[in-house]
């Protein structure tokens, strides 16, 4: 946990102080719910979001044990009670960004910054991995990638980092990345993908490939790009940058690509991969086609850092790496697989193509509905639902877009004379659907569990996991 006297955080903030005290040494605490600081000497930022105001958390977070806050200038005039030192500020948002920025420049080390629709965390745990056979590396923790949890990344980031290997978002608004890319100055850029993912918000897939653009753009000339060579748009983004560009990819045509693909199930892949003439066999813990780009992505990006094969190979069998997707142990000796974190059409298809892979007497899948998908709503839980009756012996839905999923699904396993299972659940019935669960699953079982991330998918892992005898996780 990284510190900060008062005087530095003055500083970088631009902020002042409402009382004068001696210079404090303060704890930075990687979340800003008051509810969440248990030790002393900590700082609450008080953040104004969309739908909340954290100013009225000020008095909760000094009860946990808060000895400093920063918070807007106006609260603070009308709050002269609060007892210890706050840090005034037009907006504490923005001054978390100006902290954020005044502690990259006091950094010597290298930043990777990484984006895309999905993949970006899973991508972020792998580079990290290989950079750190040679490297000090820093990563983000979880997926901290937007205006705030990129900004605490940064703070959090030892004196010692070589590298820090840092998740950025950006799919909200145009301006979002280079934003981002203005606080963390990366030197290195990383785009995974362009889905439509957030097209709610942003209206069309050009306007999501705008986005994720303005990171290419913001790498200097003495940095490099690492584009995925497969997406269309990604691979267009060459034109936009002023570093040199590495690809990845299954073609040939890509700098650093994985050809003749094995699925070992369980037990990972194996593949050959080229960079530039050197071809090796490799093999590699990530599960299902995701897992391919999860390994290609990293031996990219340590390729432009001059790394061997031989020697990145040892990062991808890293047991520290933490990709989402998990194999986990259910109920009466079923086995889950637990990729609740989010669902888009590409996620969520990869995924019930790993559930084909996998072994398994009876393949069943707890699909969520997708969300923030736009015009593309109905297409998209349509494409999922017909590669679900193509793989799954029984199909549990869990919201109220699933209707087109369930109608594609039997449709198509009607068309392969398969026998399907369906069972529709609404997310005020996340009981209901749980014990559907314990009572049905049996030895031979293979479920996948994956859904939109504000259906809280990983409540009814972790519901099926407590029902494991003594509730043993």
């Known amino acids: 946990m990284r510190r900060y006297t008062l005087s530095q955080i003055l500083e970088a ?34 953040l104004r979001g969309e739908h909340h105001d954290a100013h009225a958390f000020v008095p909760k977070a000094i009860e946990n044990g808060a000895v400093a806050a920063i918070v807007a200038r106006d609260w603070a005039e009308i709050h002269p009670e609060i007892e ?6 037009d907006d504490p948002g923005q001054a978390l960004q100006r902290w954020a920025a005044w502690r990259r420049r006091r950094l010597n080390a290298k930043v990777v910054g990484i984006t895309g629709s999905v993949g970006k965390t899973s991508a972020k745990e792998s580079i990290a991995a290989v950079l750190g056979q040679r490297y000090k590396v820093f990563r983000s ?38 934003l981002l890319a203005e606080i963390a100055l990366p030197d290195v850029g990383v785009v995974t993908n362009v889905y439509p993912v957030h097209l709610e918000r942003m209206g069309t897939l050009e306007n999501i490939a705008t986005t994720k653009a303005e990171l290419v753009e913001a790498i200097p000339e003495d940095g490099f790009v690492v584009l995925n060579h497969d997406d269309d748009r990604v691979r267009a983004m060459t034109t936009q940058a002023k570093a040199p560009v590495i690809t990845y990819g299954v073609e040939a045509r890509a700098d650093v690509y ?9 037990k990972g892949l194996s593949f050959w991969v080229d960079i530039e003439a050197d071809d090796r066999f490799l093999t590699v813990p990530y599960v299902g086609s995701p897992g391919v780009q ?6 990219a990006v340590g390729h432009g850092f001059g790394m061997d094969i031989a020697e990145m190979m040892e990062g991808l069998h890293d047991e520290r790496t933490q990709v989402r997707l998990l194999l986990v142990e259910g109920p009466n000796g079923s086995q889950i697989v637990d990729d609740t974190y989010n669902a888009s059409t590409p996620s969520v298809l990869a995924a ?33 639902g017909g590669r679900a009756g193509e793989v799954v012996d029984t199909l549990v839905t869990f919201g109220e877009l699933t209707d087109i999923t369930i109608a594609a699904a039997r449709e198509s396993a009607r068309s392969r004379s398969r026998e399907l299972t369906v069972h529709r659940f609404l997310p005020t019935q996340r009981e209901e659907l749980i014990d559907l669960l314990l009572a049905d699953l049996h030895d031979g079982d293979m479920v996948l569990i994956k ?4 259906l809280e998918m990983e409540r009814i892992v972790a519901e099926l996991r407590t029902s494991i005898t003594g509730g043993a996780q």
């Open 13 to 46: 903030t631009g902020g002042e102080l409402s009382r004068t005290v001696p210079d404090l040494e303060i704890e930075l605490e990687l979340e800003r719910d008051s509810r969440r600081i248990p030790r002393v000497n900590g700082l609450f930022i008080a």
């Open 141 to 178: 923790p979880g997926n901290f990638n937007n205006e705030v949890g990129l900004p605490l990344s940064l703070l959090d980031c030892p004196d010692d980092a070589e590298v820090m290997v840092l998740e950025m978002g950006g799919a909200y608004a145009f301006g979002e990345l280079a």
């Open 294 to 299: 999860i390994a290609i992505v990293a031996l």
């Open 84 to 89: 210890i030192p706050l840090i005034m500020v």
């Open 352 to 384: 019930l193509n790993l559930l084909s892979e996998m072994p398994g007497d009876r393949k069943i899948a707890v699909l969520g509905e997708m969300r923030e998908l736009g015009s593309y709503a109905e297409d998209g839980h349509r494409i999922i």
């Open 451 to 454: 859904g939109a991330r504000g």
């Open 258 to 266: 994985a050809h003749d693909i094995q699925s070992l199930g369980i």
